[in-house]
């Protein structure tokens, strides 16, 4: 996906702040380990349309930096694009 953070935020329900605790749009690491270059894939949760869902309905929306509402895109079914 493609756009500014502002779009970006808009699209995926989270705060639009570099403040927050998870900033980054496409996954779920903290503010503080964002530039650490020897992360593993097993340490990066992505933010799929299932995990926010969870995440949501569990009431943990606001410790992960979303916004506390149903998202329009969990009505259609999730792809996943592995290339």
């Known amino acids: 996906m493609l756009g500014d953070l502002p779009e970006n935020a808009a699209v995926t329900l989270t705060f ?3 403040n927050c605790h998870y900033p980054c749009h496409k ?7 964002l530039n650490n270059v020897e992360l593993t894939n097993d340490q990066i949760i992505l933010r799929t349309p299932e995990n ?3 995440l949501v ?3 943990s929306a606001q ?3 979303l916004h506390d509402m149903k998202n329009i895109f969990w009505n259609y079914p999730y792809v996943s694009c592995d290339f």
């Open 16 to 18: 639009n702040s570099v």
């Open 27 to 33: 996954c779920l690491v903290k503010r503080e380990k």
């Open 52 to 54: 926010m869902r969870c």
């Open 57 to 59: 309905e569990q009431n």
């Open 63 to 65: 410790q992960y930096s």
